[in-house]
């Protein structure tokens, strides 16, 4: 039963050719987050959505869009993935309440590889 | 932004109590403590989380400071399974609710 699904687990891409990642959940969260962690790194945090609300970092390039369609799924495209951007790509949720501790609840993640 | 700054590894024994402690000296009053943990080749996971009191769960204990400026994850009795990096968290409502975690401590424990 699990709650954030990601999908594929495992990419393999070429330098330059568009990748869509997705994300989606069961547990009717209003937030959605994508990370990017590489290797023997931390997350970094790329942009999240509070409902349709989208929040772009300030550093995260153009070459990285998402997409929410509905409070399920959430997308990550890679518009022209360059061999930097081979990473672990983490979906996170979470409820957003006046006061609340916003708990994460993450995906297993996605792994991209550009060749 | 608040930061938390974290020692970048520890080591402890099994069946021992692990300590691992996070500053956050520039936190604020509406800021919450978390903590996660990322096992290898997975995403992180929810440990536990803290405003102002110590809290305790079936995985851990938070121990935060009177001044808030620093809190302690105590994991009672470390197993081999409890190896893993562990981060520390501020949740920052002002900043609209954005995680950033920082480096995390690798915990390593010995048989």
């Known amino acids: 039963d699990a709650m954030v699904i990601q999908n594929p687990r495992y990419q393999v891409t070429q330098f330059g050719k568009p990748v869509t990642l997705s994300c989606s959940q069961t547990l009717n969260h209003n937030v959605m987050y994508w990370y990017q962690q590489k290797s023997s790194q931390a997350p970094k945090l790329l942009f999240h959505?509070?409902?349709?609300?989208?929040?772009n970092e300030a550093d995260t390039p153009d070459n990285f869009q998402s997409r929410r369609p509905n409070t399920s799924f959430c997308f990550l495209d890679i518009r022209s993935p360059g061999l930097g951007d081979a990473a672990m790509y983490l979906c996170a949720t979470s409820i957003r309440r006046q006061g609340g501790a916003n708990v994460l609840t993450f995906g297993a993640g996605s792994r991209l590889t550009v060749l | 932004d608040a930061k938390t700054t974290q020692p970048n590894s520890m080591e402890s024994n099994e069946e021992e109590p692990v300590h691992l402690p996070c500053n956050h000296s520039t936190i604020s009053g509406t800021d919450y403590i978390h903590w996660y943990r990322q096992l290898p080749s997975q995403g992180p996971e929810y440990v536990i989380h803290g405003l102002t009191s110590n809290v305790n769960n079936r995985m851990a204990s938070l121990a935060i400071a009177e001044d808030r400026k620093s809190s302690t994850l105590i994991l009672h009795r470390a197993t081999l399974r409890d190896a893993a990096v562990y981060y520390c968290i501020l949740r920052v409502p002002r900043n609209n609710n954005d995680m950033r975690f920082g480096a995390g401590t690798r915990l390593t424990v010995k048989p």
């Open positions: 959505y509070y409902d349709k609300d989208f929040n």
